[in-house]
């Protein structure tokens, strides 16, 4: 199992490389560093400590028009960015899974971008895969981290093209193909796309705090219709379903305030789709909400704070790490009512012997009146203790095993 | 015989005897004790570089490696990455950096930390520090053994040297306690190829296979891949690789290392057999009450076992004292300079102890068995008459097996080595010293009885003595030969090696002046411009520069080193110390300077070899010197063409000549700068010689050169007088630890010959006292001693001498050329084996005045019981 | 003598030769041992007397004849069952002591049991009772190197008896004594040879030491012949060989 094999050094890394995803929230506030002269050479001698050359990430605004398939790329002047699918399906034997997969890209700030090295580290990828498998009650996860370059590594900025290594998530047309290969488990799988892409915000600028800056630029393509193969231990298996996928890149993000969020995406029986999410403050209650609901004839309605409410219903407690989740909610999102029903309950990543972090993410079906209207994703973090992420006062108080998978997601 | 009974019987004997059972004790506790603590410190240092080697080999299927200092071209890399079946490809850049401000070099991996964290995870876990900080493009991650010798903490600061220039480094963190347990630097691919200057070069990339691809079609599919030099080599060899280098060394020490064990068995063997002779009344009485011969053997028999076990339990006790001592004194390098480890390096090992018991055991029941085996056939009736006088030991003399053994011996020396191991060498030295040992007797008598009779009564008398005991005597002499006969051939073969090795300094060092820019480092260099504004100075006639480079001719073999230098007018080639030049070279006219091949007058031998002008393709190749060590290790001949990859392009060359090497064992190669400047692009040097301008002082030139280049304080400037100090000097540590080993063997020879004099002294009380009687003045009874004793050990040393001599030829020939692919011419170090010769004599004559005197004062006996 | 007494030793017409160039040492002695009985053989020096013992304890061999011992021909035998015979039924004195010096008094007198594998209880009340009978009771523990020569022999003689041999052997074992205590042990080796072991053999050139026997042979290279016994020391009847 790729994961295993790996263990302790990739540990050690994804901390790194999640530190600095965290640090997005380090410059917020959007003031920019002077950039020092590039010099040709490396620290010759007798000089004193280096210092790190790399103009400041770029920062999200509000007017700003999406050009397709452009935006489809990666923007790597923006410090993290993703391309996030989540979705159900059934094997020909009836059975019933979720599935996740994302690539992430990130943008180291501590690089020299004078060193002409081709191994230069401008940008990291990560990529992130995991089946909710309720028969065997066991979520299959896998993840890797690489730099970009070769040819090898890479989120082109043309088009939707991600690669790390043999693992890939690419648009063909209308079409998404992603490739996942691992020890125990893979799939390949082909998401055609039914619906143009769903906007998030105001045209894509998705506010995350009360705070203008704490933004991201955020698109959304509901209903992708799945079919191809999954691999569980060496079994081979043709499936079929619905899927979801999320594109969004900043630079700055989380107000300090926050603890973790809830956060859905349903792609609604009748055609229509729904993204909502809530912040959660140091008090519990809702710190900042939003998302956007799109019925069945096409028609988009942005949901606003007061919009969204959370309700939470059930609750799991996790044999392993004692963690209660609230794995069933009430949702209300502008005129929706729904219930929220997993998959499975124990869809936890415990990823304390990896990234640290403990988090809730799984299928989960909605409901009005107890009777389906749609299947989605809910993610659940900073429940076991308060998700720190790095702030403007750096790495030291913050606990850099944050979380590979939840922090990107927290942006939805 | 129940086992107390044979316990009290042994016990009381030994309470009894308490100084000759410690003595002997003793004897086969420092043998095993040295034998041990050889192989502890020896394995501990292999353990430790071996869990090294393992550690950077991690779970890679396969390495792929080139040239270490000029690497290939990174685009390999992605092509490797991309090979189906290939599951992670992970980009290293490893090289030996020089240190500034301090000798020697810091291994610095350059690696992409995701990539390595999958091949290499040990050495990522846990690290101090914050990881990703490791892309700023001085930062540096050390283990915990690089920052103790550098004397750095997270946070500090140390420079490192790139061509003639420094750089500076920042210590981000500590590698965890036992990721690795050598120094190591570990930096980001990216901030190693820019800080350290190679730019667009790898030298290695790790592999990892996906589960079911077999890393034997891979390496096929790679070999049409991988450009000329470049290999991919199975962990295992790679492993196996760094652990052959030093492996002759290693035997070499260990077999010396018993070599104390075998005199040990041999003193075990003159202590038991006089022990016998002493006891031969009491064990004929046991005889006598009953004791069944065979019971009686076995009892003798497990007395030596059991003395041996208890030897050997308080000699592995302090073999592991001692190597943890050698560990903490001398960084666990017993010489070879190659192995370096720290004390940490000294696991407990149950297993080794144990076999070391063993061993010792076995080699003191080896020397128990003959004595008795002797006791229990003797007759016991004739020893339990009074006035028994001493038996003869006619069994001891083993003529015919003595010559036999020699025979084997020598046909032995004759075979050649298995997998670089003078076996045979070695087995050779064992029979043609059992030989020796065991024709000692013969030869012994032999010569007593051609002694001249004196006519002086004392002198007379003590001839006589000896005469009749000539077992005695060579039961005592036993240990001694076979000590002292080692000792003797060592102190030739090491002579020999010296003498050698200062010739050949000369021959190397021609120049006045020496420049190194960082000995062993991968990075220091110096620049084209820079050779020239160095050859331009006007303090000197001429300057040659040399490029060294390692290179590998087979993954499985450590990498040879290829030299390539300018051939200063004047002198060509023959600045080689050349064993086998071709004549008439044709190349020499052509490809090198115009009057080079015109001295070949320095070359130490010069021999005919095979016929370059057969081939006129191959005449017309650029030539190319190898050392013996190619011939040995490789196989290849003068006059014949071979391959070298430069560039990644194979190019071929002519065998022009043999040179002397003692500066690689792994062999070397010379080729003209100019032409491994023309194939390979790289215009560097490594090294320069100088020759002053006439009236130039060595000082001023020093100084001028030192101001020549930036970074000039940095340069490594001796004179060639101080470089032949200082390589002599090495050469006398490495054998150091050689000179120890003798040294306690001969004294554990001496042991055997003090145990026989006392006893023997012991045994003759009553003959002193008859010749008091008779009116023998007390010193002539000690004169006669004194003449014994002096007889019997210039017997011992004269023998000695003489099998020492034929085990030295086996030596200087056979083991040394096989172990280290070097001759060596014979030479004899006269004066120095006349001073031991002398020393052992009088000492054994000393002996034997002292154990007299002390025999015939009765109060004395008394006091120790007649103890010896 | 007892035609009832078992015979314990049966010699007859012994020869023994250590050249072959010269004449044998022995050449034809015969005798006939019963229990009970306690012997002297005198003789000149070198006329055999100690070959005779060392081919009765069966450490040499005979070249002619037979050594019968409780019907037991000791030619038939080889080396270890003649040492298993010798360390069972045969007791041995030595003129020169041959008392183990690194062992205690208790230990040197305790061999033959510990060869025997007596038990260690058994053993020490055994050892105890010849230290006793031959009047070192209570002095186990000593050493031989403080005892005098009389009392290294009595140590001697517990040992060669503790075992209760069928055959004691004494070769001059006043031999080293002066005639004050030479008497004593003579006494003791008497006294305890009836005790203890089935038979007796003194061999001795002293007239006075071999008058403590039961009868008298004297070795003259050829032949056992009686000498008239001087008095009868026997409870039993008179001697047959000096009827004869």
Redesign the interface.
């Known amino acids: 199992m790729y994961w295993h094999r790996m263990r302790p050094g990739l540990a050690a890394m994804l901390r790194g490389a999640i530190y600095t995803l965290g640090a997005l929230g380090a410059t917020a506030s959007g003031a920019a560093e002077p950039v020092p002269a590039p010099t040709p050479s490396p620290t010759t001698t007798e000089t004193t400590p280096t210092t790190i050359r790399r103009p400041p990430p770029a920062q999200i605004v509000a007017d700003y028009t999406l050009t397709f398939p452009r935006d489809h790329g990666s923007h790597p002047d923006f410090r993290t960015e993703w391309w996030y699918v989540t979705g159900w399906l059934d094997t020909a034997a009836g059975e019933t899974l979720g599935f996740q997969v994302t690539f992430f890209r990130t943008r180291p700030d501590a690089v020299d971008v004078a060193n002409p090295s081709r191994f230069t580290p401008g940008q990291l990828v990560i990529a992130h895969a995991a089946i909710s498998d309720p028969r065997h009650g066991r979520l299959w996860k896998a993840q890797r981290v690489a730099r970009a370059g070769f040819g090898i590594v890479a989120a082109d900025e043309s088009d939707t093209q991600a690669r790390l290594d043999d693992w890939h998530l690419q648009r063909q047309g209308e079409r998404y193909e992603t490739r996942i290969a691992t020890g125990d488990f893979g799939f390949e799988l082909v998401l055609a796309r039914t619906q143009p892409p769903m906007l998030n915000g105001r045209a894509g600028f998705s506010q995350k705090g009360p705070q203008p800056q704490s933004a991201s630029r955020y698109y959304s393509v509901p209903q992708l219709q799945v079919s191809g193969e999954i691999l569980r231990q060496g079994r081979r298996e043709t499936v079929r379903g619905s899927a979801w996928l999320d594109h969004e890149w900043s630079s700055a993000y989380l107000d300090a305030d926050a603890t973790g969020w809830d956060w859905i995406g349903i792609n609604l029986d009748d055609g229509g789709a729904l993204m909502a999410f809530r912040i959660r403050g140091r008090d519990g209650g809702t710190h900042w909400a939003g998302g956007t609901l799109r019925r069945a004839d096409g028609t988009q309605q942005i949901l606003h704070p007061e919009d969204v409410a959370f309700t939470p219903g059930r609750r799991w407690r996790s044999p392993r790490t004692g963690v209660e989740y609230p794995v069933e909610f009430a949702v209300r999102a502008g005129p929706l009512q729904l219930q929220l029903a997993p998959l499975m309950d124990d869809q936890e990543s415990d990823t304390r012997g990896t990234t640290g972090a403990i988090y809730w993410e799984g299928a989960m079906e909605a409901r009005q009146s107890g009777r389906r209207i749609g299947r989605g994703y809910l993610e659940l973090t900073g429940y076991g203790a308060p998700l720190e992420l790095p702030g403007a006062d750096s790495a030291a108080a913050a606990d850099p095993a944050s979380l590979p998978a939840s922090l990107p997601t927290s942006l939805k | 015989m129940t086992f107390r009974c044979w316990a009290q019987l042994t016990l009381a004997q030994w309470r009894d005897q308490p100084w000759r059972t410690l003595t002997t004790l003793l004897a086969i506790a420092v043998g095993v004790a040295l034998a041990a603590a050889v192989w502890f410190v020896n394995t501990g240092a292999l353990a430790e570089f071996g869990q090294a080697t393992r550690r950077l080999v991690g779970e890679s299927d396969l390495i792929v490696r080139g040239p270490a200092r000029t690497g290939f071209d990174e685009s390999l890399y992605p092509q490797l990455a991309r090979l189906p079946g290939v599951e992670t490809a992970s980009p290293v850049l490893e090289l030996e950096v020089a240190l500034a401000e301090r000798p020697g070099t810091l291994r610095l991996l350059g690696i992409d930390p995701f990539r390595a964290g999958q091949i290499q995870p040990t050495l990522f876990a846990e690290l101090s520090g914050e990881f990703l900080d490791l892309f700023a493009p001085d930062a540096v991650f050390l283990s915990v053994a690089a920052a103790h010798k550098l004397g750095v903490q997270p946070g500090d600061r140390f420079d490192i040297r790139v061509g003639t220039g420094r750089r500076s480094l920042q210590v981000l963190g500590l590698l965890s306690d036992d990721a690795y347990p050598r120094s190591l630097g570990l930096m980001d691919i990216a901030s190693a190829q820019w800080t350290l200057d190679r730019l667009g070069t790898l030298n290695r990339i790790d592999l990892r296979l996906s589960p079911g691809s077999s890393p034997a079609a891979i390496r096929a599919r790679l070999a049409g891949l991988l450009p000329a030099g470049v290999q991919a080599i199975e962990p295992a060899i790679e492993r196996d690789r760094a652990v052959s280098v030093t492996r002759a060394y290693r035997v070499n020490l260990n077999m010396l290392a018993l070599v104390s064990l075998l005199t040990s068995a041999f003193l075990v063997f003159s202590t038991q057999s006089l022990s016998v002779l002493r006891r031969r009344t009491g064990l004929a009485l046991l005889r006598a009450l009953g004791l069944t011969r065979g019971e009686l053997q076995r009892a003798l028999f497990a007395e030596g076992i059991a003395l041996g076990a208890l030897g050997s339990v308080l000699g592995v006790l302090a073999g592991h004292l001692a190597a943890a001592w050698l560990l903490h004194r001398l960084d666990g390098d017993l010489g070879s300079g190659q192995l370096s480890v720290s004390a940490a390096a000294l696991a407990p090992q149950p297993l080794a102890a144990l076999a070391f018991v063993l061993l010792g055991t076995l080699a003191a029941s080896a020397g128990a068995w003959a004595p008795a085996r002797e006791a229990a056939h003797r007759a016991p009736a004739q020893a339990l008459k009074a006035g028994d006088a001493e038996p003869a030991l006619a069994r001891l003399r083993g003529g015919r097996p003595g010559l036999a053994l020699l025979a084997l011996g020598a046909l032995l020396a004759c075979l050649p080595a298995i997998g670089g191991i003078p076996v045979f060498g070695y087995l050779a030295v064992a029979a043609l010293l059992l030989g020796g040992v065991l024709l000692a007797p013969r030869v012994t008598a032999t010569l007593l009885a051609h002694a001249p009779r004196s006519g002086h009564l004392v002198l007379d008398a003590g001839l006589a003595q000896l005469r009749g005991g000539v077992g005695l005597v060579t039961v005592g002499l036993a240990a001694v030969i076979v000590s002292f006969s080692l000792m003797v051939a060592m102190a030739i073969m090491v002579f020999s090696f010296r003498e050698s090795f200062v010739h050949w300094l000369g021959e190397v060092l021609p120049a006045d002046l020496q420049l190194r820019v960082a000995q062993g480092s991968d990075t220091g260099h110096l620049e084209p411009a820079q050779q020239q504004t160095l050859a331009a100075l006007p303090d000197f006639s001429q300057v040659e520069f040399r490029r060294i480079v390692p290179l590998w001719l087979d993954p499985a073999r450590p990498a040879i080193t290829v030299i390539a230098r300018d051939f200063v007018p004047g002198r060509g080639p023959a600045v080689l110390p050349l064993l086998y030049p071709v004549p008439t070279d044709p190349s020499l006219a052509t490809g090198s300077s115009a009057d080079a091949g015109t001295d070949t007058s320095t070359a130490t031998a010069v021999t005919a070899a095979a016929d370059p002008a057969t081939d006129p393709s191959t005449a017309a190749l650029p030539p190319l010197w190898i050392s013996e060590a190619i011939v040995d290790l490789y196989g290849w001949q003068p006059g014949e063409a071979h391959e070298l990859p430069f560039a990644g392009q194979r190019r071929r060359f002519r065998v022009a000549g043999v040179f002397r090497d003692y500066g690689r064992s792994n062999g070397a190669l010379v080729i003209e700068r100019a032409v491994y400047r023309r194939l390979s692009g790289d215009a560097r040097a490594s090294e320069a010689s100088f020759w002053l301008a006439p009236n130039r002082s060595v000082t001023a030139a020093i100084e001028t050169l030192r101001q020549a280049l930036p970074g000039g304080r940095d340069l490594e400037l001796l004179e060639s007088t101080q470089v032949r100090e200082l390589s002599l000097r090495a050469f006398d540590r490495a054998f150091l630890i050689t000179y120890a080993l003798e040294a306690v063997a001969v004294a554990i020879g001496l042991l055997g010959v003090a145990l026989a004099a006392s006893a023997a002294a012991v045994a003759r009380r009553g003959e002193f006292a008859l010749l008091r009687h008779v009116g023998m003045l007390r010193r002539q009874v000690l004169a006669m001693l004194a003449g014994e004793g002096l007889l019997t050990s210039l017997i011992g040393v004269i023998y000695g001498l003489l099998l020492g001599g034929v085990l030295s030829l086996v030596l200087v020939y056979v083991i040394n050329r096989q172990s280290f692919n070097w001759s060596v011419e014979f030479a004899i170090p006269a004066g120095q084996l006349a001073a031991i010769s002398a020393t052992l004599v009088l000492a054994a004559a000393l002996t034997a005045i002292l154990s007299g005197r002390a025999a015939m004062s009765g109060e004395t006996v008394r006091a120790v019981r007649e103890d010896w | 003598m007892d035609p009832t007494a078992r015979v314990v030793l049966r010699i007859e017409n012994l020869v023994k030769r250590y050249r072959p160039e010269r004449p044998p040492v022995l050449d034809g002695p015969s005798l006939t041992l019963h229990e009970g009985e306690y012997v002297a053989i005198m003789g000149e020096s070198g006329v055999g007397k100690?070959t005779l013992l060392?081919l009765l304890?069966g450490?040499?061999r005979a070249d002619a004849g037979r050594i019968e011992f409780d019907g037991v021909e000791l030619g038939s035998l080889d080396?270890?069952a003649a040492?298993?015979l010798?360390?069972?039924q045969?007791g041995?004195v030595?003129?020169?002591f041959?008392v183990?010096?690194?062992?205690t008094v208790a230990?040197n007198v305790a061999?033959?049991l510990?060869?025997l594998?007596v038990a260690a209880d058994q053993r020490e009340t055994r050892v105890a009772a010849m230290l006793a009978a031959v009047g070192l009771g209570g002095q186990g523990d000593r050493h031989p190197?403080e005892l005098s020569g009389g009392e290294l022999q009595r140590v001697a003689i517990a040992?060669a008896l503790v075992h209760r041999p069928r055959l004691l052997l004494a070769d001059e074992p006043t031999g080293n004594l002066d005639p004050r205590t030479a008497a004593v042990v003579l006494d003791l080796l008497r006294t305890q040879a009836r005790n203890q072991a089935g038979a007796g053999i003194l061999i001795t050139h002293s007239l006075a030491a071999a008058e403590t026997a039961d009868r008298i042979l004297v070795l003259d290279g050829h032949r056992l012949e009686p000498l008239a016994p001087v008095r009868d020391n026997s409870p039993r009847a008179p001697m047959p060989g000096a009827a004869r």
């Not at chain 3, 183990?100 to 062992?103: A, D, K, N, Q, V």
């Open positions: 100690s060392n304890a450490l040499d080396d270890d040492t298993l010798r360390r069972r045969m041995f030595f003129q020169a041959h183990l010096s690194y062992l230990q061999l033959p510990q060869l594998d190197r040992r």
